[in-house]
Nanobody, 114 residues
Framework: QVQFVESGGGSVEPGGSLRLSCTAS????????IKWYRQAPGKEREFVAR????????DYADPVKGRFTMSRDNAKKTLSLQMNNLKPEDTGVYYC???????WGQGTQVTVDS
């Protein structure tokens, strides 16, 4: 059974930083492309970032380029999303998900507000 557990969310002021983590189980982690998504209140879930199985290819949505960095540790089956210079529009619930699997985690809440 595929599972994702996201953590690391919280409340910060604009310009602050957070580091989100995602732990995966039940899949061949090393070959899986993993994505981060987020969902703001009243809006649809949107793509944030993705990383391939090797960790060498990473892509980001335009609103987060230059501020967010995604990484992975295949030995620990974990992913991270380092978020710097956070803005109020980054507020939402953040989820990780693997390509080819329908499973979503419970998400972790990020709130950016002064």
């Amino acid at each position: 059974q595929v599972q994702f557990v996201e953590s690391g969310g919280g409340s910060v002021e604009p310009g602050g930083s957070l580091r989100l983590s995602c732990t995966a189980s039940g899949l061949d982690f090393r070959i899986s492309t993993i994505k981060w998504y987020r969902q703001a209140p009243g809006k649809e879930r949107e793509f944030v970032a993705r990383i391939d199985g090797t960790g060498r290819r990473r892509d980001y949505a335009d609103p987060v380029k230059g501020r967010f960095t995604m990484s992975r540790d295949n030995a620990k089956k974990t992913l991270s999303l380092q978020m710097n210079n956070l803005k109020p529009e980054d507020t939402g619930v953040y989820y990780c998900k693997a390509d080819g699997y329908a499973t979503w985690g419970q998400g972790t809440q990020v709130t950016v507000d002064s």
